[in-house]
């Protein structure tokens, strides 16, 4: 459980000496903690407190590698334990909570 803590700060290490502007906008990037949400076959998946780089502009985040695959991986998990079991299909539609933006003022 607390794997996924020592993945995040490796990578706010990471982070400290990588570039920080956006890919799209050339914007600054900021770190924070973000969440990930995927929808795969009607499931939503979310990985909460990621570390992320956030574009202090445009609000695009950029997530890094291994933190995708790590997510990657949870849902790929979690698929295989679902088709194991064959849980019956939530048809409550969780609400998505829009991607975190950024828009603090200085
Ligand atoms: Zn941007």
Excluded at 26 to 46: P, T
Excluded at 55 to 60: A, L, P, S, V, Y
Excluded at 65 to 91: G, L, S
Aim: net charge positive; with cysteine; aromatic share 4%.
């Amino acid at each position: 459980m607390t794997d996924e803590k020592d993945i995040h700060d490796e990578m706010e290490e990471v982070f400290q000496t990588s570039m920080g502007t956006c890919q799209k906008c050339g914007g600054i990037l900021k770190l924070d903690k973000v969440n990930l949400e995927d929808v795969e076959e009607g499931k939503l998946y979310l990985m909460e407190n990621v570390s992320a780089q956030v574009c202090t502009q445009c609000g695009e985040m950029w997530v890094p590698e291994p933190i995708m695959k790590e997510f990657e991986k949870m849902i790929e998990t979690a698929h295989k334990f679902h088709k194991k079991i064959r849980k019956q299909k939530n048809k409550k539609n969780k609400k998505n909570k829009k991607n975190k933006k950024i828009s603090k003022l200085r």
